[in-house]
């Protein structure tokens, strides 16, 4: 079992940065493949991106741009979502994931088992 927390979430600027991090608990971290989604007010959970247990493989959501980067350093037991040229409708709660074996499509929620509790990010204009 593991449990996350995530922090680095705040008030920024449109066009700033944020680097979100996704402390995990538990021995076996290293096992476990990593998410990022959020939900923004009024609308459904959205998958941001993925890694691998061992960081070997990513993806992220199109709809992105290639703006936001998702890392993990299994030594120290978090992942990290850099988030660059930050919009407004980027304005969510950010959360992370894991699970073993995702057993469907890792941009689906329900492929994940562990959840956090999410951290806000708020993007101004």
């Known amino acids: 079992q593991v449990q996350l927390e995530e922090s680095g979430g705040g008030l920024v600027q449109a066009g700033g940065s944020l680097r979100l991090s996704c402390a995990a608990s538990g021995r076996y971290f290293s096992r476990y493949n990593m998410g990022w989604f959020r939900q923004a007010p009024g609308k459904e959970r959205e998958f941001v991106a993925f890694?691998?247990?061992?960081?070997?493989?990513?993806y992220s959501a199109a709809s992105l741009s290639g703006r936001f980067t998702i890392s993990r350093d299994n030594a120290k037991h978090p992942v990290y979502l850099r988030m660059n040229i930050l919009k407004p409708e980027d304005t969510a709660v950010y959360y992370c994931?894991?699970?073993?074996?995702?057993?469907?499509?890792?941009?689906?929620?329900?492929?994940?088992?562990?959840w956090g509790q999410g951290t806000q990010v708020t993007v101004s204009s």
């Open positions: 890694i691998t247990r061992i960081g070997g493989t990513t």
């Open positions: 994931a894991a699970d073993l074996n995702p057993t469907g499509t890792v941009a689906a929620g329900s492929s994940y088992t562990y």
